[in-house]
């Protein structure tokens, strides 16, 4: 659309958020960027996901119109005695539009909620699969670094013989040393060798793997029971949806027997609304205290992990 010259109304209109939201829908921000930045492109990906599945709702609200549009556009109404052929063919098909959306609207929008929930929980694996990597070496180079300041301070001269012996390789020398005492402490079951991806279910499919980057769960900050209950739902939902045809099997209820509350085996799969601001908000939540502990409060806002359920778009 053309820009409108207006000091209230349009873009002029929007707070920060708002505004950041529809630059993103022009233009991907992922899309300027190399990889290195997983905290920004799980961000953008859940964005993306969410602005698309509002948008295809608002789009079946406004086709459920479709009969009064095509009236109002033709200058007819449907019950006419004497509409024209042409007229009653764009009627039918205007209705036939309107009836489908209803139905969708009425059965919860399950495909939308469904697409959208396995796109969001993609994003999530990524997001720890490269951050662990990622976190891992700014560890090292850190450590590293503050060590060499430690050293200036404590032996002067002898630093001062280093720097001017100083080459790429004797930093990655001291980098070495640094990385087998960041594996030394480490816990038995991460160290070297360990694998960065993700695995199971539950907060425990990525605490292991966060774990290799001293990133792991917290005392002060436990993942609350109920959060990893719908983590552990949701991945075996995700099984079943790409890989069941959206039927509930056994080996799903074996790993999160929560789903029988609402199921049986067997069952087709359709997420409704509010299921999806559930597993929603659990996939957010979930993403955005793995940011929390490893940028801290400082730069990422303080949220009560009590309340994750409340962690949820306006509107969905």
């Known amino acids: 659309m053309e820009p409108i010259d207006s000091d209230w109304f349009g873009e002029a209109a ?67 005695p004497d509409l024209a052929p042409a007229a009653k063919a764009a009627l039918q098909a205007a209705w036939e539009r309107a009836e489908l959306a209803s139905a969708e609207l009425d059965n919860d929008l399950p495909y939308l909620n ?17 951050l662990v990597p990622v976190a891992r070496d700014l560890w090292v180079k850190l450590q590293t670094r503050s060590t060499m300041k430690r050293a200036e301070l404590e032996s002067p001269e002898v630093t001062e013989q280093l720097k001017a ?32 991806r993700v695995r199971g279910a539950g907060a425990a499919r990525y605490e292991t793997a966060l774990a ?11 993942v609350p029971a109920d959060l990893d209950e719908a983590l552990r739902e949701i991945a075996n939902l ?17 790993d999160a027997s929560s789903l029988t509350v609402r ?3 067997g069952d087709l799969v359709r997420i409704t609304q509010s299921e999806f601001r559930r597993y929603s908000a659990a996939i957010r939540t979930y993403g955005q205290e793995i940011a929390y502990r490893l940028l801290g409060p400082e730069l990422v806002p303080w949220h009560d992990l009590a309340r994750w359920r409340d962690n949820r778009l306006l509107g969905s």
């Open 14 to 80: 929007l707070g920060d958020a708002a505004r950041e939201e529809l630059e993103w829908a022009r233009s991907d921000p992922r899309t300027g960027r190399g990889p290195g930045a997983p905290f920004g492109d799980f961000l953008a990906a859940v964005a993306e996901a969410e602005r698309l599945r509002s948008l295809s709702e608002w789009g079946l609200l406004e086709l459920t119109r479709s009969v009064d549009r095509e009236e109002a556009k033709l200058g007819v109404r449907c019950d006419d």
């Open 238 to 254: 995700r099984n079943v949806l790409v890989h069941r045809a959206g039927r509930l099997d056994a080996e799903a209820i074996r």
């Open 212 to 222: 290799h980057a001293l990133l792991g769960e917290r005392a002060d900050r436990p």
């Open 263 to 265: 199921r049986n085996e």
């Open 114 to 130: 469904g697409v959208t929930l396995v796109s969001m929980y993609g994003a999530l694996d990524a997001l720890v699969e490269q």
């Open 165 to 196: 012996q100083s080459t790429e390789q004797q930093w990655a020398n001291i980098e070495s040393i640094v990385a087998e005492h960041f594996h030394a402490i480490l816990p038995p079951d991460t160290k070297r060798g360990a694998e960065s």
